[in-house]
């Protein structure tokens, strides 16, 4: 029975990524929203599931999640792509210039830096010596860890504006990452970029921080490859580059699960169990945690018995907008109590955005949700590749890529720095547009090619 289940389920992953490819084929590439987000939640479903494929999962939440990602690809069909990609082809001679104008630089090293200085003050004002941040990463790791669990973290500005400032950082290092012509360069923007989410990472065991910063550096690298006419997902070559990527971020993800009091065993064998367990629950127990919720919720068979929240009314999904209209509905850390498991091996508070959607909406609002999303996510991919000097919808496409990421955790727009990262970014970019159209930038309008003043030009 479980294998049968268990193949249904594989069979609705692969009709996610069916219906992604017949987007691609439609619209002739995979960088767009509706190949993107379909791309992203195969690979979370499918891997996950036949990795894992002892462990029981219930296709109906597989079949509910493939419904969704078709409901926001719908939302794609209001648009007509041909005249749109034509019209992004004429502005390619300037996309190098606009995403590494001088002060896209400025404001890169600024937030990088801006993020390692508050980085520092909040582990100050959680009572860890700045001698120990900078010398002894496994205490002040533990301490970290220590207070977040015990719940004890002291809230501040200081670790607010440091997450914020370490996305920006991520972002404009995309921008920059892709008009790079030096190796060298390329290299020192990527280690700056990720520099603060690392040390976040390490000292804190907050790889959250970390992973969304990936993804956002990977939107910025899209936006410049769309401006520049390049609509693949990857160049080429590519795939060695990140393979050496993946080899440097997996011992520092150890790091952080080690910070979890593993430091101190000495019994090794129970330290790789841990690990293991770690690393699977942290990887693939998001979608079993959120299938077992969904049997439940439908009268299945679940190995927990959930409570029925009938009254969040939007709630977990737009949590940040009801808390500044003065909401006090108490969540618990980690934004769910239930804790799944599965034995030894997996054990996840984390449900991902689809069982917040179901409680705030419904399954038939979840669906309406997901295609008024995938009609805003589209029409601001569009005006991006329609208009002479995006700006606004450069920053919707970039924070829609963090958007995509979240959403195996829970819907991005329950964090204040979301919506403090879009205003930034959107600042920035509005500075930089201004500054490029005040004589140092011409543009041509649509129809006919690009002007670069002679200034630039040299």
Known sequence: MVGFEKCMALVFSLMILGQAYCVRRVVGT????ACLFGLFWF?????????????????????FIFLCTLAFSVGSLAFDWKSAFETNTRKRETAALVYSSPFLKGAFYLSTLLSLAFLVLNSYAQG???????????ASAATYTALRYSDSININIFGQFNIVCAYLSAILGGFLFSC????TGRRLILVLSFLSSILATVTQSNKGILFLSIAFFYGGILVCRAAAGKLRLLDKGSIKSVTIYVAILIPIVITSFLSRGLYDIDD?????????????????????????????????????VYPRDS??????????????????????????DDYYSYGDLLKTNIFTMFRGLILDFGFTGSLLFMFATGLLLHWAFRAMLVK???VFSVAVFVLMIGYFYTSF????????????TFVMLWMVLQINHLTLRTGRLQFAPPGSPAVVSPRLRS
């Open 30 to 33: 995979w960088l767009f929203p």
């Open 311 to 336: 009254s969040s009314h939007g709630f977990y999904t737009f949590m940040a907008l009801f808390r500044l209209c003065g909401s006090r509905k108490v969540v618990p850390p980690g934004y769910f």
């Open 268 to 304: 090794n064998l129970f330290v790789l169990n841990r690990l293991i367990s770690y690393s699977a629950s942290y990887t693939f127990g998001h979608i079993y945690a959120f299938s077992d919720w969904f049997a439940f919720i439908i009268r299945r068979h679940s190995e927990l």
């Open 43 to 63: 690979c979370n479903t499918f891997i996950g599931l036949a990795v894992l494929f002892w462990v029981p999962a219930d296709p109906f939440a597989i079949g």
């Open 409 to 420: 955790l829970i819907s991005v727009l329950v964090w204040n720095s979301f919506y403090v």
């Open 180 to 183: 790079m012509t030096t190796k």
């Open 388 to 390: 002479i000097r995006p």
């Open 128 to 138: 860890i010596p700045v001698h120990d941040l900078i010398f002894d990463l496994q």
